[in-house]
């Protein structure tokens, strides 16, 4: 009922930036908050940043002061801006988000993903 779609991810030096976007759509009443998730080969999915309702923002220790989530309601999409990438920022990146449908019902849904790769 909500479809995430992704883009931006991509290979960068290390010290480079990249720009992660998360366009929502379908049947969106209000937006309870959107994040983004990271998996890299062999370790557990974590979550790297969110921004909820009200504006209230969460960052991972291990991005805190390098990356910043914002996001532009109008366009119900939430971006991601990574500074300073290092190499163990290496990983496939989802976005995630819970809302509140049209038909009054939630749900939380995952975007398909988009490789970030730094290289050293």
């Known amino acids: 009922q909500v479809q995430l779609v992704e883009s931006g991810g991509g290979l960068v030096q290390a010290g480079g930036s990249l720009r992660l976007s998360c366009a929502a759509s379908?049947?969106?009443?209000?937006?309870?908050?959107m994040g983004w998730y990271r998996q890299a080969p062999g370790k557990q999915r974590e979550l790297v940043a969110q921004?909820?309702?009200?504006?209230?923002?969460y960052y991972a220790d291990s991005v805190k002061g390098r990356f910043t989530i914002f996001r532009d309601n109008a366009k119900n999409t939430v971006y991601l801006q990574m500074n300073s990438l290092k190499p163990e920022d290496t990983a496939v990146y989802y976005c995630?988000?819970?809302?509140?449908?049209?038909?009054?019902?939630?749900?939380?849904?995952w975007g398909q993903g988009t490789q970030v790769t730094v290289s050293s």
């Open positions: 379908g049947r969106i009443f209000s937006i309870n908050a």
């Open positions: 995630n988000g819970a809302f509140t449908l049209t038909n009054s019902g939630r749900g939380a849904y």
């Open positions: 921004v909820e309702s009200g504006g209230n923002t």
